[in-house]
Nanobody, 130 residues
Framework: EVQIVESGGGSVQAGGSLRLSCVVS????????????IGWFRQAPGKEREGICC????????SYADSVKGRFTISSANAKNTVYLQMNSLEPEDTAVYYC???????????????????WGQGTQVTVSS
C-alpha cells in the first residue's frame, strides 16, 4: 500500500521561508524502475487544487508552475522516497494546504494536473501572514 506523509507546514510572515518534506512508502525498487514522479500541489479555501511543481525520481528533472518559479525549489534526498519543497519569499497568496502526490509509471516529469497523479497525502497547512 502506497502511503504519503507530508510535514513541515506552519505559519510564517510574508517574505519568510518554509521547507516541506514528503515521505513516500510502499513502492518497490521495480516500481521506481518503471518511473515515479513526485509532485506538490496546494489548495486554498474556495479554490481548485493547483499543481506547483514536480520531480522525476528517475533523472531528477523538475517542472514548476509560473506562480512559484524562482521562489520554490523541489528536490529529492539520496533516498528516492523523500522529496522536499523549499519555499522562499512567501506571500499571503501562498496560504493553502499543501499536498504531496505521486504519479506512477513515468520517468519524465508530467503535466501539473491532478489527473496525472495517482496517490496523495493528507496535506500540511501553510499560512503566510502579511
Amino acid at each position: 500500500e502506497v502511503q504519503i506523509v507530508e510535514s513541515g507546514g506552519g505559519s510564517v510572515q510574508a517574505g519568510g521561508s518554509l521547507r516541506l518534506s514528503c515521505v513516500v512508502s510502499g513502492f518497490t525498487e521495480r516500481d521506481y524502475g518503471f518511473g515515479i514522479v513526485i509532485g506538490w500541489f496546494r489548495q486554498a479555501p474556495g479554490k481548485e487544487r493547483e499543481g506547483i511543481c514536480c520531480i522525476s525520481t528517475y533523472d531528477k528533472s523538475t517542472s514548476y508552475a509560473d506562480s512559484v518559479k524562482g521562489r520554490f525549489t523541489i528536490s529529492s534526498a539520496n533516498a528516492k522516497n523523500t522529496v522536499y519543497l523549499q519555499m522562499n519569499s512567501l506571500e499571503p497568496e501562498d496560504t493553502a494546504v499543501y499536498y504531496c502526490e505521486a504519479s506512477y509509471g513515468t520517468q519524465q516529469v508530467v503535466e501539473l494536473s491532478v489527473q496525472e497523479f495517482d496517490y496523495w497525502g493528507q496535506g500540511t497547512q501553510v499560512t503566510v501572514s502579511s
